[in-house]
Structures are given as structure tokens and as C-alpha cells.
């Protein structure tokens, strides 16, 4: 028997966001990175050909630095454990503008006790901002645990709710 072993191509494009230069990768169907490229030891070159979906996503993000998008309408996908994808699909869930604490999070999955293991998975998110883990914050509302720096998480919950913070719940 011969089995289908195709392998999705990633294609990646660069978009020079008010924080910084975004990589974003996907195929055809999904997008499945975005991270910032200065944490990269080997940057890829763009794609000469990038996918229609990786358009609409550079569209999706110009309309959010621009202040006229709150939520993003891409095809994701998003390799990692049941548990890490289940914190992803809670971030989620986090309202443009609000925030949420790390216990917080944990009470979401069901289980207070996961606080450290819910803080580790999104600390992996593969798909910053559209994901948008920068919206959860330490129990006393600290700014704490962003790969891509505190600097930018302060940037990006003050840009979604200029005047104060709210707390999702």
C-alpha cells in the first residue's frame, strides 16, 4: 500500500508592522506563523509566489496597526499538543480590548491547578496577535511573558484599549 505523505509547503512573507518586522507563514489554506523575524538566527527569504491567504492575513494585520480591526477572519492552524491547542483556542476567546490573568486562563481550562502549564502554551503560541496571548497578564495585572518582548505586549494592549484595561472574565 502506498500512503499519501504530502507535506503542506510553507511559503512565508515579511510585513514591516509599527513594531516590528511580522513573518508570517502559511500554505494555500491556513496561516500557521506569525512571530517577529529579529528572533530568527536564519532568515528565510520571501516567497516569490505567496499565497493569496498570506495577502489577506498582511491585509487583516495593516487593518489592526490601523486601528479598523478588532478580529481576524483567517484560516488557521496550529501545531501542537491537545493541551497547548486548547489554551490557543481560549486566547481566542479573549475580547479585543480586554485581558485576563494567567489563574484566570487556568479556571477556563477547567482546572486552576494548570496555571504554569497554561503560561507555558502560550508562551508557544506559534501565531502572535491573530492568537492573541499578549492579552493575558500575571494575577496582580503585571505585563509579564511575551517572546516577543514586554515593550511590544505594553505596545499592543495600550494600541486595543487606549484609555484602560479591561478584564475579561
Not at 72 to 80: C, N, R, S, T, V
Not at 109 to 126: F, L, Q, S
Request: proline residues 5%; contains cysteine.
Amino acid at each position: 500500500m502506498i500512503l499519501d505523505t504530502a507535506i503542506d509547503v510553507i511559503t512565508f512573507a515579511y510585513y514591516d508592522s509599527p513594531i516590528g518586522v511580522l513573518k508570517i507563514g502559511g500554505t494555500d489554506l491556513y496561516i500557521s506563523q506569525i512571530s517577529f523575524a529579529e528572533n530568527e538566527t536564519n532568515p528565510e527569504e520571501q516567497s516569490t509566489e505567496t499565497p493569496a491567504i498570506i495577502h489577506d492575513c498582511i491585509e487583516q494585520l495593516i487593518e489592526y496597526f490601523a486601528g479598523n480591526r478588532q478580529t481576524f477572519d483567517l484560516p488557521i492552524h496550529q501545531d501542537g499538543t491537545e493541551f497547548q491547542e486548547k489554551v490557543w483556542g481560549k486566547l481566542s476567546e479573549i475580547p479585543f480590548g480586554s485581558t485576563m490573568s494567567y489563574g484566570e486562563l487556568a479556571k477556563k481550562m477547567g482546572d486552576p491547578k494548570v496555571v504554569r502549564a497554561a503560561a507555558a502554551a502560550n508562551g508557544k503560541n506559534p501565531i502572535l496577535i491573530v492568537i492573541p496571548c499578549h492579552r493575558v497578564l500575571g494575577s496582580d495585572g503585571s505585563l509579564t511573558g511575551f517572546s516577543a518582548g514586554i515593550w511590544r505586549k505594553k505596545w499592543l494592549l495600550a494600541h486595543e484599549n487606549p484609555v484602560k484595561q479591561k478584564t475579561f472574565f
